[in-house]
């Protein structure tokens, strides 16, 4: 049988350790981080990442990712990939594809699964063109921040960075452990 994907040419293998999974879950977007990729990605995938693929564990299947940081010079990854499903008994394995000059890969918008209202990646440039935070998912619920040229600021009461978003009292803290939407008096958690 001949190797799934063969115009990419470098692969690397990642296990979800089971116990880590309190239940089994479907459609769940996992994060994986440059803590846990070898460096090799870095020195053999395209300088914008766009030929990173994720596979599941027998490289047949692709699966819906986000490639939301990539930074080769700075060995920076932030990639979020739907795994269609999730195992408390058994470990589950993936496989990341890159090494392919030609590939153009964009990402899923369908990564994060209906539950999830909206997803803020935060990354783009708070004083650009509005709207300057864009929704993930297939909602495209996008914002502007209330002030022009507004700037993430940090508060440690909320325990990271918070923007103010035009389409609602809404305050937004993020980092890369949690995401809270909701009202300084009434907040709740997104998916």
């Known amino acids: 049988m001949g190797q799934a994907l063969p115009s990419w040419l470098y692969r690397q293998r990642i296990t979800i350790d089971h116990t880590r999974v309190p239940e089994d879950v479907t459609d769940f977007p996992v994060l994986i981080t440059d803590a846990v990729v ?4 870095f020195t053999h995938a395209r300088s914008d990442g766009a030929d990173i693929v994720v596979t599941g564990g ?8 986000a490639l939301v940081t990539y930074d080769a010079i700075a060995g920076e990854l932030e990639l979020y ?6 195992s408390s008994v058994t470990d589950t394995g993936i ?12 990402n899923d918008a369908d990564t994060w699964n209906p539950d999830y209202g909206v997803v803020y990646d935060l990354k783009e440039d708070p004083a650009g063109v509005a709207p300057q935070a864009k929704d993930s998912t297939v909602k495209a619920v996008h914002s502007t921040y209330e002030l022009a040229g507004a700037t993430a600021l940090d508060n440690t009461l909320w325990g990271g960075r918070c923007i103010l ?7 937004l803290v993020a980092d890369h452990s949690r995401t809270l939407i909701g009202s300084p008096s009434r907040p709740g958690r997104t998916p």
Do not use: H, W
């Not at 990939?81 to 999730?86: A, D, E, G």
């Open 81 to 86: 990939v739907r795994i269609p499903s999730l």
């Open 38 to 41: 070898q460096a090799s990605l």
């Open 165 to 171: 978003f035009d389409n609602g009292p809404r305050l």
């Open 58 to 65: 027998g490289e047949t299947t692709r699966l819906k990712r």
């Open 95 to 106: 496989c990341i594809c890159y090494g392919n000059a030609s590939a153009a890969e964009t």
